[in-house]
């Protein structure tokens, strides 16, 4: 069964600095991985995606995210964080090859404050 | 290119009050269709989805159904609303052709109060 994990509630950090959004997967087979950001009381915007390739993935907003999959891991990155990327970040694995329906399994999401 | 709409926005009920949610998609066709539901702002329950007119499947059983009446149209309802189906609401969709490796994309979503 396919699952994600995001271990920290809340992530912190100032402008100008590096940041990380951690995100753990289990899956049968090849895994899909996702990332979305959401703001207050808006949609999901679809971020960046790992199907197959390269395992650095770059996305929208200076965004990318690193696959490993010796440790099952596929982590949001951005080398410097503005204010107005403060938001609730969801990493989501995808419902296995052979399955038309797409489903996507989300983590439980990580509050992302970048402090001026 | 293809939107997605929900309304309405937000939405106050008494309860015990009917609802009826609204999505629709276009700019493509026989989309998978997804209701999600947000409570406190974080994670995401999916609640139903539907692979084509009339195919509806359940995650959760509750006093929540849905229909889709329309290729492109996906309907959230419930008879008698409780005060514990307060939450965001999220319409989605994606492309269900195999070999899509297929983000899913989301309305704007109804913020619904039962009082």
């Known amino acids: 069964a396919q699952s994600v994990a995001q271990p920290e509630d809340q992530v912190n950090v100032a402008e100008g600095n590096p940041l990380t959004v951690k995100c753990t997967y289990s899956?049968?087979?090849?895994?899909?991985l996702f990332w979305y950001v959401q703001y207050p009381n808006r949609g999901l915007q679809f971020l960046l995606k790992?199907?197959?390739?390269?395992?650095l993935v770059k996305g929208s907003y200076g965004f990318e995210a690193e696959f490993n999959k010796s440790q099952t891991s596929f982590h949001l990155k951005k080398p410097s964080a503005l204010v107005s990327d403060s938001a609730l970040y969801f990493c989501?694995?995808?419902?296995?090859?052979?399955?038309?329906?797409?489903?996507?399994?989300f983590g439980r999401g990580t509050q992302l404050t970048v402090w001026p | 290119s293809q939107t997605i709409h929900q309304w309405p926005a937000t939405l106050v009920q008494p309860v015990g009050s009917p609802l009826s949610l609204e999505c629709t998609v276009e700019?493509?066709?026989?989309?998978?269709l997804y209701w999600y539901r947000q409570a406190a702002g974080r994670g995401l329950q999916l609640l139903f989805y539907?692979?084509?007119?009339?195919?509806i499947s359940s995650e959760v059983p509750q006093n929540l159904s849905a229909s889709r009446p329309q290729d492109r149209q996906f309907i959230l309802s419930s008879k008698k609303l409780l005060l514990s189906d307060s939450g965001f609401y999220l319409c989605?969709?994606?492309?269900?052709?195999?070999?899509?490796?297929?983000?899913?994309?989301f309305g704007p979503g109804t913020r619904l109060t039962v009082t």
């Open positions: 989605a969709w994606s492309n269900p052709f195999v070999g899509e490796n297929g983000e899913q994309y």
């Open positions: 899956v049968s087979g090849n895994p899909y």
């Open positions: 700019g493509t066709s026989n989309p998978n």
């Open positions: 790992y199907i197959t390739g390269d395992n």
């Open positions: 989501a694995v995808r419902e296995g090859r052979g399955s038309t329906l797409g489903r996507l399994y």
């Open positions: 539907s692979v084509g007119i009339g195919q």
